[in-house]
């Protein structure tokens, strides 16, 4: 019965001394990812990102609508807290809305289509790398020209970084694009 007991001590103390190993290999792993996370330096938004979200704040008015990529992390409507023609796709569809034919009217507005513009109300174009990549994903060229030399928007935002350039144009309401002309 000595042996016995000898022997059941033995394996607890090899069941304790076990479980003790693992929990602290198991600290130590959380211990390291908190370390390792802490010091990573990639983050949802840039410093461009949050400047434009920041100026979209102080600078528009808060029942704006915004011409933008359908990002679901674009700056405009998460750091600036305007409305946009359209979200995020994948999140229209996970709920069950139908988005293809505003997503079509986006390519079309994008591309230079006036009247849509009007007919949805919007008020600013933004023209930065979302809207690229945007455009890249759905197979059309963003028409600049358009914006930049139509007389109908105002530039009011500009910003360069290492993506290119983030623009952002006021759509000039009718009285606007009269005393443009004059």
């Known amino acids: 019965t000595s042996e016995k007991l000898r022997v059941k001590r033995l394996k607890s103390i090899i069941n304790l001394t076990l479980l003790s190993l693992i929990t602290i290999v198991l600290i130590l792993g959380g211990i390291i990812n908190i370390i390792r ?9 840039s410093s461009t990102d949050v400047k434009l979200g920041q100026w979209v704040r102080e600078n528009t008015p808060p029942d704006s609508l915004f011409l933008t ?3 679901h992390n674009h700056p405009i ?10 979200g995020f796709e994948g999140w229209l569809f996970s ?3 139908s988005y293809e034919k505003v997503r079509a009217d986006e390519v079309r507005m994008f591309q230079g289509e006036t009247s849509l513009l ?6 600013y174009v933004a023209l930065t790398p979302y809207e690229r990549y945007f455009a890249q994903g759905n197979g059309f060229n963003l028409n600049n020209s ?24 006021r759509v000039r309401k ?9």
């Open 146 to 169: 358009y914006f930049k030399n139509s007389g109908l928007f105002e530039l009011v935002y500009t910003e360069s970084s290492s993506q290119g350039a983030w623009e952002i144009y």
């Open 95 to 97: 709920h069950g809305l």
């Open 37 to 45: 996370t802490g010091q990573e330096k990639i983050f949802l938004w």
């Open 69 to 71: 990529s359908s990002a």
């Open 77 to 86: 409507p998460s750091l600036g807290g305007r409305q946009i023609v359209m």
């Open 118 to 123: 009007l007919e949805y109300g919007v008020d």
């Open 174 to 182: 009718t009285d606007d694009r009269i005393r443009a002309s004059e």
